[in-house]
């Protein structure tokens, strides 16, 4: 497990992403043991680099939970990554609410941002922020300086393995920024360290960029379910470029859905099965109860060594409220803000009481329709993730602020999804494989099986969301269909009760102001 970060590592790595102006180029660390000669001589620093960019997707800063952040300007709860990208793939779709009125929170699920929103924002810089901390790891381990500073064989192929692993990252990351803002400034390991202007990549040079750093390292991942839990592996590349591929018409223009089922196919074969609980996916065990044969990425949590307000402590802490007992969900107290709408509700036959074992919903105490959304007890309660094992106990952390459930970013049943989807928009496969994998779905989740005549696009799209809802899919997904911004309606959608469309133009987000201020190399998205 990736857990540990040595800070004199941190210290380093901040000093070498500031941009500095251009008369302080000459200056030098005050201490020398923060350069990279003497950093990176131990060949364990490394692994601690390595450690420090998986981290990235889990805590917000450099003391955990708070007061040492990577970024300032908002609150470091709000501010951590997997917080900030689960906001903008759940709360502006019909999946999911929140009741608090914090800054400009509300207008995600109005759909009425602007390019001042400090979430949005956020989300922007924490994504480049990770792209400079997994470039200057590229930089520092390149086989020059590795044979320069004396590493064995063996270490050299270790350091091989973690480039790998950190292009990986760097790919989700910049894939990311192509779903949510299309066109970003574009930096790599190549580009200087200090004061310059990076240009701005177009959506479909960016959309090749992110196909050719993962077709490029797929061969030198770890094979399927062979690496440490918590780290990516081949199955992993392959995922993002399944996903890639199947969103391909949305990004470029062109359609590449026989290469999406493909690499959907590739993951199907690989090393993962389904656990056989769809419940074991969201307990805080389940990096050991079975669940990790499916999980092919995490981003892991643990309740005394990744302490943060974001990632899962927001997502089930704030889903607790009204008459839920915190008890049940592992934690000390709820923060009530997370519902959902009527509308995921309604996905299931007989909703809250869908004998569909997928259907998590707390309904004692809470309205289904929302009469306002600020009142939590206005919207049905998700009961999805829980910081409890399968025996019914807490995770690690007494206290029961900080969770040990790991987020399941890529899993198997996705992929099943995927492939059946693929197919439909004719990328090829078989018709039976394609109804085989929904079905199996289905028969976990102990719903009726469907027919060879039900399996439709439509029913792909509603399958998805009963399957992964509040697992960062939606905003993604209903885009893909045509459903985001001008064709669907849910409560609150665009700021009314019951719902409305909004412009398409909002299927991007917009670049920051902030940075359009500063850097003159970047046009604002069309819309905004």
């Given at each position: ?27 030098q660390?005050?201490d ?36 040492d952040?990577?970024?300032?300007g ?8 997997l ?42 810089y ?19 300086l590795l ?21 990986f ?36 040079e960016?959309f ?12 030198e ?7 440490e839990?918590?780290r ?29 089922l ?8 690989a090393n ?7 419940q ?24 005394q ?8 402590a927001?997502?089930i ?15 000390s107290?709820?923060?009530a ?18 004998q ?33 094992t399968?025996?019914g ?14 987020f ?17 928009r ?41 399957e ?7 905003r ?5 269909f ?32 902030s940075?359009?201020?500063?850097n003159?190399?970047l046009e604002?998205?069309?819309?905004y």
């Amino acid at each position: 497990m990736l857990k540990t970060i040595k800070p004199f590592l941190i210290l380093f790595i901040s000093a070498n992403l500031f941009w500095a102006c251009e008369d302080d180029l000459d200056l030098q660390p005050e201490d020398n043991r923060l350069t990279a000669e003497n950093t990176f001589e131990d060949p364990a620093s490394y692994k601690q680099f390595l450690a420090k960019l998986y981290a990235g997707l889990a805590v917000s800063g450099q003391e955990g939970p708070a007061g040492d952040p990577d970024l300032v300007g908002l609150d470091e709860g709000f501010s951590q990554y997997l917080r900030l990208y689960w906001s903008m793939q759940e709360l502006t779709t019909d999946e999911a609410v929140i009741g608090w009125n914090d800054g400009t929170i509300q207008d995600l699920h109005a759909q009425n941002w602007t390019a001042g929103n400090e979430f949005i924002r956020t989300m922007y810089y924490r994504i480049l922020y990770q792209v400079s901390l997994t470039n200057e790891f590229l930089r520092q381990s390149t086989p020059e300086l590795l044979d320069a500073r004396g590493l064995t064989a063996e270490d050299k192929e270790n350091v091989g393995q973690y480039r790998a692993e950190a292009r990986f990252l760097r790919a989700l990351h910049y894939y990311h920024a192509l779903d949510l803002f299309g066109n970003v400034p574009f930096v790599t390991e190549e580009d200087p360290i200090g004061a310059f202007l990076p240009q701005q990549i177009q959506r479909p040079e960016l959309f090749d960029y992110v196909e050719s750093e993962l077709l490029a390292i797929e061969s030198e991942m770890a094979s399927p379910n062979s690496n440490e839990y918590g780290r990516a592996d081949q199955a992993a590349a392959w995922m993002l470029l399944s996903k890639l591929y199947l969103n391909a018409e949305v990004y470029t223009g062109e359609a590449r859905y026989a290469d999406a089922l493909s690499y959907a196919e590739k993951v199907i074969n690989a090393n993962y099965s389904l656990v056989d609980n769809y419940q074991k996916l969201f307990l805080a065990d389940n990096s050991t109860n079975g669940a990790q044969s499916e999980i092919i990425f995490p981003i892991t949590f643990d309740g005394q060594e990744t302490q943060s307000y974001g990632g899962m402590a927001f997502i089930i802490h704030a889903a607790v409220g009204g008459e839920m007992d915190p008890a049940d969900f592992g934690v000390s107290s709820g923060w009530a803000g997370l519902r959902t709408t009527a509308a995921l509700v309604d996905k299931f036959p007989n909703g809250a009481e869908s004998q569909d074992e997928r259907a998590m919903f707390f309904t004692e105490g809470q309205s289904k329709e929302i009469d306002d959304i600020s009142s939590f007890n206005d919207g049905y309660a998700v009961t999805k993730f829980k910081n409890v094992t399968v025996e019914g106990e807490w995770g690690s952390d007494d206290t029961g602020e900080f969770p040990d459930t790991d987020f399941p970013m890529f899993r198997l049943a996705d992929t099943y999804l995927m492939y059946a989807e693929a197919h439909l928009r004719g990328g090829g496969g078989s018709a039976s494989a394609a109804l085989a994998y929904v079905n199996e779905l289905r028969a976990r989740a102990e719903a009726e099986p469907i027919e060879a005549s039900d399996l439709s696009l439509d029913l792909i799209l509603e399958e998805r969301a009963r399957e992964l809802y509040w697992e960062a899919k939606r905003r993604t997904d209903l885009i893909r269909f045509n459903q985001f911004t001008e064709n669907g309606v849910w409560p609150w959608k665009g700021g009314v009760p019951q719902g409305t469309t909004t412009q398409s133009f909002r299927n991007l987000m917009p670049i920051p102001a902030s940075d359009l201020g500063v850097n003159t190399n970047l046009e604002q998205n069309p819309g905004y």
